[in-house]
């Protein structure tokens, strides 16, 4: 009976177009979590649940983890097992951490340092363009459009479409790399011609930062958020940031509120 309620899992995450990454994670946090009930699924009750986080707890898993398995458990027994039992668990609270945002000099050295065409087109239209590493990589040549600037980015996230923009001084490289390129073909790939991997972009962002002796602890998706505190710091409505970016909820973009400082410069210290 186990096995026919984790096929009925992995189904139903697909019909409902959710992303393999979440569709693996889920199914990670079911199997380990039945491994240690060690229950028939139709016995296991809240309290089981209540321990099992309390468990994980114990263990010091980030807050971050546990969500993932009060996500994961309970969109299990309510959606797959159809349990006749409410799943009411307080979510821990995860850390506050602000994003880390490189400022417009800093993204200007990034730039100048990089030497490989190919690497600077891609930096640069992470920043410019607000994109994530999913969607560098999976970027085709139909995707741009050249006289309004504006990318369409495909199936990403929850398989949702977005437009986002990027600037007039991409657009001669954009053109030189989809040269002899059919329109459905990627914009941009390894030098044996192979998909770009996540971990190949994360690495040549890692090397650049190294090499430019930028202390800060960023990350490539650093150059989206320094994209959307860049866009609120030139009074950029923040609606049309979130449209941008895609966020769901307007919270999520008011992050960068708190890492903006557009007239900070001009405060004088009180020393």
């Keep these: 009976m186990q096995n026919i309620y984790l096929e009925q899992l992995q189904q139903e995450l697909k019909l409902r177009n959710y992303s393999l990454r ?3 994670s889920y199914n990670i946090c079911i199997n380990y979590f039945l491994k240690k009930v060690t229950k028939e699924i139709d016995n296991i009750i809240e309290k089981d649940i209540v321990d099992f986080l309390l468990f994980l707890q114990d263990n010091k ?8 398995y009060k996500w994961a458990i309970k969109f299990f027994f309510n959606e797959i097992v159809k349990s006749n039992f409410k799943i009411d668990i307080h979510f821990s609270k995860e850390a506050k951490k602000l994003p ?7 993204i200007l050295k990034l730039l100048n340092i990089i030497k490989n065409k190919k690497h600077k087109l891609i930096i640069a239209l992470s920043y410019w363009a607000g994109l994530r590493v999913s969607d560098i990589i999976n970027l085709k040549v139909w995707d741009f459009d ?21 600037p007039e001084s991409l657009k001669k490289d954009i053109i030189q790399l989809s040269q002899l390129k059919n329109w459905n073909e990627l ?6 011609w192979w998909k770009l ?13 190294k090499k430019s002796w930028i202390k800060k602890e960023a ?37 960068y509120t708190k890492v903006m400082n557009p007239k900070i410069n001009n405060i004088k210290s009180p020393l």
């Design 22 to 24: 979440t569709i693996k």
């Design 61 to 68: 898993k980030a807050p971050k983890t546990i969500n993932l």
């Design 100 to 106: 880390v945002v490189l400022n417009k000099n800093e």
């Design 146 to 166: 050249l006289e309004n600037l504006t990318i369409h980015i495909k199936s990403w996230k929850w398989n949702k479409d977005r437009i986002t923009i990027f």
């Design 187 to 192: 914009l941009i790939e390894s030098e044996r």
């Design 197 to 209: 991997s996540e971990r190949s972009i994360q690495k040549i962002f890692s090397e650049t930062l």
């Design 219 to 255: 990350t490539f998706h650093s150059l989206r958020h320094s994209f959307a505190t860049h866009l609120l710091e030139n009074w950029t409505d923040i609606r049309y940031v979130q449209d941008l970016l895609w966020h769901a909820s307007i919270k999520t973009t008011q992050i």
